[in-house]
């Protein structure tokens, strides 16, 4: 993948591109080969820790990765673990919230409709802001521009951006 370009991995159902993306994040382990990323100027192999510092992997379902009680406790843990000040961590997520259009920060996740919990789940790894970003399917639940939105967020980042579809016209339309 090429750094800070966005590129669509399409194909049918069961061909592999959800696995592939999950052996890209490291939460599975290749049957052969290796993943290698680039660092320090050169290209090293990965081990599963480094993929999954590395890379934020939305789920084809938003509901695998919420769980708090709040749109704030969702938005605020990773900062948390990052121990950040919480006067920034507060900005930040009131930044999230106004970027993907996320209703109060008190509102609890299983209030939400399926595409606002997608936004919430896109916020929570916009915060983190890994190197390379893979979005499963983002755009079931979501109107085409609500997910173009979220695809010109992540690249504004320069993330490198691989999102998974069966959709070769939004690939065709969105994808470097």
Known sequence: LEAGRT??????????????????????????GTIRIRKNGRLEEAAAEDL??????????PDLQIFLPTVFEELALGLRQLRLPAEEIER?????????????????????????RK??????????????MIIDEGDSGLSVN???????????QQNTLLFITHDSRLAEALAD
């Open 52 to 61: 999954n510092r590395f890379t934020g992997y939305l789920f084809q379902d």
């Open 7 to 32: 590129t669509a991995l399409v194909g049918d159902n069961g061909s592999g591109k959800s696995t592939l993306g999950r052996i890209l994040c490291g939460l599975l382990t290749p049957a052969r």
């Open 146 to 156: 609500d997910f173009a939105e979220m695809v010109r967020l992540f690249h504004g």
């Open 92 to 116: 930040r997520v009131g930044e999230a919230v106004s970027l993907f259009d996320l209703p109060a920060t008190g509102v609890p996740p299983s209030l939400m409709s399926y595409g606002a």
């Open 119 to 132: 936004k919430l789940q896109a916020a929570v790894y916009y915060l983190l802001d890994r190197p390379l």
